[in-house]
RNA sequence: GGGUUGGUAGUCUAGUCCGGUUAUGACACCUCCUUGACAUGGAGGAGGCCGGCGGUUCAAAUCCGCCCCAACCCA
């Protein structure tokens, strides 16, 4: 071992270039005999046109911490990377690197050229992320645009459509006029803008006789009858002309009246019915509510539930149709304020005034959304609700609580997924239609991937009409259509053409072990996966889930670039080790938010430390082989020691199962400072420099490189150097031993070595405990008397079992003489209270309870002479419900002091 | 607006499912100690109406109800 500090810059780099020379984390599959002993990791693909953050880096962490961790369960952890390139923001960036736009290529062309741009920043966060550590298989890498996820996502479509789950429908989308092309609901957001509010006046239709009889009361008819008109409140006048009905609340006693007439919109003459539906808004304006085709959610909610006309006055650019009669082709902007001038010439404006509201805005260009009508592809999801709940039912959900958002989300669905977007870049349907019939012709699936708009359909005529002429479907897929498709992706999921049938390369991955993923995304993301997954293969695609929380500021403020408090991951990496922020990251409890505090990362850098110093004194202490000694011929200390030891491994790994981060990394870290360092490493330094204590070597050897091992899978850098350099060399390398391959060229880590199993020492605990709380009195007696530590001690006398301790008391406390006391010694004990035992005394007194604690109070209590028996407050209370509190003074030679488990005398 | 989760010393947290009277640990703070791995160390100390109000109970951080605050999800 190098004297010194310990230098992480140089230690991780090290490493960190080593594992990715000698693949030592690459997915051996020759190593997996059995599929259960394949682990796989579903990795979510990160956009890589945006830079690393830090969330990404805490996310990894934890993952990784889980792949070290299972290798060393012995299983052949398969954790694979992707990257999501397929998406509106890799082709805005690709179009302004390269100052270009989609529409001047076909589709392929133009991915290649995102393919191209990407690269460089797929580079750089490879780059990135291979400067923390992390033990990602680099060889099983994927892009969601390149050829092979394309084909998966089209086979995916194919297959769901032949299974009758997805269907063709013409419904509303969201859609950004200013970039003309639909968007999904995840990429809105709100903005408050400034508009103004329009009262303006409709007129009801007189349809006397025509209303259905019995349906209103006698007052309201007559009302009814008498009013001609009535007052709408809208920002969005322009919508006028894709008026299709007027909304009245079922509580709004005032206009209840109106519903079931007619109104006349103005300016455009037409006809609307009016209805009632408790979705109106009754605080808003006049409480009566236009809906149009379409201006807002409620409006296509509204278009649902009542059957309403289509009345499109806004074309996929943001201007007016010919629906709008005169106004045609004008912007909506430019519409609104003709409408509004026309309105006022007509006398039917009767108020304006300026307002801020929220509104619907596409989170790129911040433009507020419209929502067309347009033919729409759908995945079916309300028909097996129950389903997909008994599929999440049967993973393991870390946290568990989690569950419960699943569950809500299954139970609150209310719409078919809609999978189509009109972009013009993406991944293609693979459909085209009859030009004649319409009817869909998919593509074969030997064939994909394919572009309808470059290739041909695989018939000559339509297998229902025989028409030769075909319209390719221009749409693609949502991009979630291709992200929820990891699972299968990554395990290698196909169709053989010669068999007719689905494979997977690689059947040993799935369903996968683990998915990892952020608790803000897991809906539209997590639970997209399952239920693609689920319907392809009839298998729940994930054992496990893991959601970690998001990752705060020192202030617990979300981090985000607007508000300026965002951590890159550069800088940290420049100001502590990598394994000082494993240590941090592995604080978290699974599901929760976990602020970066530098001080987290700095206890991380006392601990390596730390861990380095003691390997150093091990080092020197211990032979270059572990002596060779009979476990039996160890001393009583050393025996406790691996007991312990044994406990903590153990424990560390049931918590690691449980994914229970921080519970591990705190036993482990107090365990190796607080009992090994603190308690035995003091004594067992002593024992080998002045007795050159064989039984000592051995348990220093053992216990050290068990620590190194418990500690790998979080401090993964520190732990591989310092096992390298100790005990690498006589530890007989498995990997070459099961394959036989190059073995003196490949270097055995101490991630792909096994988890310590238990010694199966026998100690006596009790007597271990007790002779350490005699030292830890030691020291305290010490301290109080500004003693330095190595003062020497005449006598010291215990009462108490410390049996085959009294060497190493004696040693390390620099006591002359210890002698053990069979009897009690010489005290003079006063009762200064009584402890009552309320989990036995409480349930057995029940409401006397608060009489006895009285008695005893007041003194009003007698005990008898052999201390078994309380009498209080008229009830006699037996041995197990109380112990006689007493304050004991040593009336013999020296100081006593009271140690947990033994009295203790000192005569110095 | 609806749902979910959380609120425990100055800070971060354990404990809450399954109630038991001295509420866990770390950081920061205060005092003392340079002994041979480590002062990024060691020994000790102080610091809490467990978000608020009510209820259940012999007993509440823990169970129930209402309220306040925060985050996230859905609208």
């Not at 009498?871 to 006699?876: L, N, Q």
């Amino acid at each position: 071992m190098p004297s010194g500090p310990y230098d992480a810059d140089a230690v991780e780099e090290k490493w960190q270039q080593r594992w990715l020379d000698e693949d030592t984390y690459a997915y051996q599959e020759s190593e997996v005999d059995d599929p259960d002993t394949a682990f796989a990791i579903d990795t979510p693909p990160p956009t890589v046109s945006g830079n690393l953050h830090w969330g990404h880096v805490y996310g990894t962490i934890l993952q990784d911490i889980v792949a070290r961790f299972t290798r060393m369960q012995g299983e052949e952890v398969f954790y694979p990377f992707g990257y999501d390139d397929n998406g509106i923001a890799s082709e805005r960036l690709t179009e302004s690197e390269l100052d270009i736009r989609h529409q001047e290529f076909t589709r392929r062309e133009f991915q290649q050229k995102c393919r191209e741009v990407c690269a460089q920043y797929e580079d750089e966060f490879t780059e990135n992320l291979q400067s923390f550590g992390f033990s990602i298989d680099w060889d099983n890498t994927y892009r969601t645009i390149e050829p092979r996820v394309q084909r998966t996502s089209q086979l995916s479509f194919i297959d769901l459509y032949e299974q009758g789950k997805e269907y063709r429908k013409r419904a509303p989308a969201i859609w950004c006029p200013e970039c003309e092309t639909a968007i999904s609901q995840v990429e809105t957001e709100d903005d408050e803008q400034h508009s103004h509010f329009h009262d303006i006046e409709f007129g009801v239709v007189d349809s006397e006789g025509q209303r259905p009889s019995g349906s209103r009361s006698e007052t309201g008819d007559s009302e009814a009858a008498g009013q001609e008109e009535f007052t709408i409140s809208t920002t969005r006048p322009e919508l006028l002309p894709a008026c299709v009905a007027v909304f009245v609340h079922p509580d709004d006693e005032a206009n209840q009246n109106l519903v079931g007439e007619a109104a006349r919109v103005p300016l455009f003459d037409h006809e609307v019915p009016i209805i009632a539906d408790e979705r109106v808004d009754m605080e808003t304006g006049s409480g009566l509510v236009m809906c149009c085709t379409f201006g807002d959610q409620t409006d296509i909610e509204w278009y649902q539930a009542h059957d309403l006309d289509l009345r499109v006055a806004i074309d996929e650019s943001g201007h007016l149709t010919d629906v709008a009669g005169e106004y045609e082709g004008m912007s909506s902007d430019d519409a609104r304020e003709a409408i509004v001038s026309d309105l006022e010439d007509d006398g039917a404006l009767l108020d304006r005034w300026e307002i801020t509201h929220t509104v619907n805005v596409h989170e790129r260009c911040g433009t507020g959304v419209e929502f067309l009508v347009a033919d729409q592809w759908y995945v079916e999801m309300l028909d097996s609700t129950d389903e997909y709940l008994e599929a999440g039912r049967e993973m393991d959900w870390y946290p568990e609580k989690m569950f419960s958002r699943y569950k809500h989300w299954i139970e609150g669905l209310q719409w078919d997924w809609c999978i189509s977007r009109q972009r013009s870049s993406g991944i293609p349907f693979p459909v085209w239609y009859c030009e004649d019939c319409d009817e869909a012709v998919m593509a074969d699936k030997a064939d994909l991937p394919v572009d309808p708009l470059s290739d041909d359909p695989p018939v000559d005529a339509c297998p229902e009409c025989g028409g030769e002429e075909f319209v390719p479907e221009d749409d693609v897929f949502d991009t979630w259509a291709t992200s929820s498709l990891t699972p299968l992706i990554n395990a290698g999921w196909d169709w053989d053409d010669e068999q007719g049938e689905f494979t997977m390369e690689n059947p040993e991955l799935f369903p996968m072990d683990v998915r990892p993923q952020g608790h803000d995304i897991i809906s539209f993301w997590l639970f997209h996966t399952v239920v693609k997954c689920y319907e392809h293969t009839g298998e729940v695609p994930f054992d496990s889930v893991m959601i970690n929380g998001m990752v705060l500021d020192e202030d617990r403020k979300k981090m985000s670039k607007s508000v300026g408090n965002v951590v890159s991951p550069e800088t940290v990496r420049e100001e502590f080790p990598v394994d000082a922020a494993r240590f941090w990251a592995a604080g978290s409890s699974i599901g929760d938010d976990l602020p970066y505090q530098e001080k987290g990362l700095r206890a991380g850098e006392k601990l390596l430390q730390k861990l380095w110093n003691a390997s150093k004194l091990v080092d020197s202490l211990t032979p270059e082989t572990a002596p060779d000694v009979d476990e039996a011929d160890l001393s009583a200390l050393d025996r406790w020691l691996l007991a312990e030891l044994d406990g903590e491994a153990a424990f560390v790994r049931e918590k690691l199962e449980n994914r229970e981060f921080s519970k591990a990394r705190d036993s482990l870290r107090s365990f190796f400072w607080g009992t090994f360092c603190d308690d035995y490493l003091e004594i067992a330094k002593e024992r080998v420099r002045e007795d050159d204590d064989e039984s000592a070597k051995y348990t220093l050897t053992v216990a050290h490189e068990r620590f190194l091992k418990l500690f790998a899978p979080v401090l993964s850098h520190i732990s591989e150097e310092i096992w390298q350099e100790m005990y690498a060399e006589s530890e007989a390398p498995r990997a070459s031993e099961a394959s036989g391959e190059a073995a003196s060229s490949e270097f055995q880590s101490i991630h792909r070595t096994a988890w310590p199993e238990p010694t199966g020492i026998d100690a006596d605990h009790d007597a271990g405990e007790t002779a350490m709380a005699v030292v830890g009195a030691l020291r305290r007696y010490k301290s109080e008397r500004q003693l330095p530590l190595n003062t020497e001690l005449d006598t010291v006398s215990v009462y108490g079992n410390v049996d085959g301790f009294e060497r190493d008391i004696r040693n390390v406390m620099h006591v002359e003489t210890l002698e053990t006391l069979e009897a009690e010694p010489e005290i003079e004990s006063v009762v200064t209270g009584i402890d009552l035992d309320y989990s036995v005394v409480g349930p057995e007194y029940g409401a006397d309870v608060p009489d006895i604690e009285d008695g005893i109070e007041n003194g009003e209590y007698e005990i008898s002479d052999d201390g078994e028996t309380l009498s209080v407050a008229g009830h006699e209370l037996s041995t197990a419900e109380f112990t006689v509190e007493r304050e004991r003074r040593y009336t013999g030679e020296g100081e006593m002091l009271e140690a947990d488990g033994a009295l203790v005398i000192v005569q110095q």
